[in-house]
């Protein structure tokens, strides 16, 4: 049964929870992550793949204490700007991280939705960030190769946004799929935001079905992945993320266009008017 | 066409050098330039793999992101990130891995993290990525970055990937590669001197004997290239 994206966060996002919003430059859940800043929360484990714009706004707004991850840039446009700002300035507060690879995000989250405790990898091989993150080596007991061993993403809530789902709460997935599977799967709790509520899933080459009962609340929010895309509904707003190279770049100018666009609009209807209303980014 | 710029000349020289029917791990900017340019032209059966999942990807416009739905839209196969890291990575399936960054030293190893010390950096920058599995898993490894003595440095601020598989590093100068582990110039780009690329680079530079020149740019490799642009830019 679809619910409120209000309701949703306040029932499943606590203060302290470790928060997974996945979605790899698809299917960013930018909604929802605008809904966990409106609603204040605070002290959050964010991790992700890829914290490009959602997470520098909710780093920026002082929800995060502490970041996994394992790139975080603007893609294509250039560095996180509060991201940077919290790394190297402590604003608006200390943030805490902990860096892997990609490909040992990708092996610590299919470790969670297996159940298992370590995913393992042919990686971090030589470097230095072995050193300065959580992984570990383990011997293979057949061939005695040392492999990288990394602890298994087990998030409080993980939270993804799909193209569709159904009155019974199954959701449907297509286009780059990246890691919200295995994000799910691995979580306590589960949020997806979709755009929107249809009678039946009719099947969708290269489509994933979460089925309703590993997915604890579905909301709609339509457009709730801008600035990134939602395949065969719209495109990536790539002008959007050239301009918030600009409008992060400043402490003042990033406060007041979270306050303006987000803080004093009260969902992702009323987000998408304010922008539309400011014509440019600005 | 006569004058083309340094963006220009390092897409064309690390085009030329990807064999037709080459499997390549593609990141955004100057590498996918690149590798498209090569598939339009001498290389029309070579397989660019985005990191997003897409194999076989064969966009029109070049993407700004990694994960663009035009790759989505083109691909042979769109497949989950982990099973791309794992599969298709870590399987051995990948012949070309690019990596871009934003320090280099002489032995190909590269830092895409911080520069200063990693808990209290000068500037954070965005971190490995892919980049730490793509320089061990890869066959072969293609850099591409400017050559100034920012970042061409004598000792890392951090080493986020290996320069062990390092085939070729194009620069806006000039073509290098590893010669008993060490970076050496092998070419320059027109109208650079050797000098020119020696100051820089923030070590001696090793200098092969009998060092080339790299062709100009084609009109048909500017013309292809910038088509690819201007779809973009549309």
């Not at chain 1, 509060?82 to 040992?104: C, N, T, Y």
Request: negative net charge.
């Amino acid at each position: 049964m679809p619910v409120s994206l209000r309701d949703a966060i306040e029932e499943l996002v606590r203060d302290g929870d470790t928060v997974a919003l996945e979605g790899f430059t698809h299917l960013i859940p930018h909604a929802a992550g605008h809904e966990v800043i409106r609603q204040g929360r605070r002290d959050l484990t964010l991790i992700r793949m890829t914290p490009d714009v959602v997470y520098d706004q909710l780093i920026g707004m002082g929800c995060a204490r502490k970041l996994v991850f394992s790139w975080g840039g603007n893609p294509g446009v250039g560095s996180l700007h509060r991201l940077r700002d919290a790394v190297e300035h402590g604003w608006p507060r200390r943030l805490e991280l902990e860096e892997h690879s990609h490909a040992g995000m990708a092996a610590a989250y299919a470790a969670g939705a297996a159940n298992l405790p370590f995913g393992t990898l042919r990686g971090y091989l030589g470097g230095d960030l072995p050193a300065r993150t959580r992984v570990a080596s383990v011997v293979c007991p057949f061939t005695g190769e040392r492999l990288a061993a990394v602890p298994a993403h087990r998030p409080d809530v993980a939270i993804i946004h799909a193209q569709r789902g159904d009155r019974r709460g199954n959701v449907q997935i297509w286009g780059i799929l990246g890691v919200q599977k295995e994000a799910v799967l691995a979580a306590a709790r589960s949020l997806v935001t979709v755009e929107e509520i249809v009678d039946e899933l009719e099947p969708k080459p290269g489509a994933i079905v979460l089925p309703s009962w590993v997915v604890d609340a579905v909301a709609v929010a339509p457009g709730g992945a801008h600035p990134s895309y939602a395949h065969g509904y719209y495109d990536r707003d790539n002008d959007f993320y050239v301009g918030w190279d600009e409008i992060s770049r400043d402490r003042e100018q990033f406060l007041a266009w979270m306050q303006r666009h987000v803080l004093d609009t009260a969902d992702v209807t009323e987000y998408h008017s304010s922008l539309a209303k400011a014509g440019a980014y600005a | 066409m006569t004058g083309y710029t340094s963006d220009e000349i390092m897409a064309v020289e690390g085009a030329r050098r990807m064999d037709d029917g080459a499997v390549c791990f593609v990141g955004i900017g100057l590498p996918s330039r690149a590798a498209n340019l090569a598939r339009r032209t001498h290389a029309p059966n070579c397989v660019l793999v985005y990191e997003s999942g897409t194999i076989g990807a064969k966009p029109d416009v070049l993407p700004l992101s990694i994960g663009d739905g035009e790759l989505a839209d083109t691909a042979d196969s769109v497949v989950s990130v982990p099973e791309m890291f794992a599969y298709w990575l870590q399987g051995g399936r990948i012949d070309i891995g690019f990596l871009g960054a934003a320090q280099i030293d002489r032995h190909g190893n590269l830092n895409s993290t911080v520069i200063g010390d990693y808990d209290h950096p000068k500037v954070r920058l965005p971190g490995g990525g892919g980049a730490p599995e793509i320089a061990t898993a890869a066959r072969g490894v293609f850099v591409m970055l400017r050559q100034n003595p920012r970042t061409f440095v004598e000792q890392l601020d951090f080493t986020t990937s290996v320069g062990d598989r390092v085939q070729v590093v194009v620069t806006d100068l000039g073509v290098l590669e590893p010669r008993d582990g060490e970076l050496t110039l092998v070419a320059v780009h027109p109208g650079v001197t050797i000098d020119q690329v020696q100051e820089a680079t923030g070590w001696e530079l090793r200098v092969a004997d009998g060092v080339g020149q790299t062709d100009p740019p084609s009109d048909d490799e500017l013309s292809v290239l910038r088509a690819l642009r201007t779809k973009a830019a549309a």
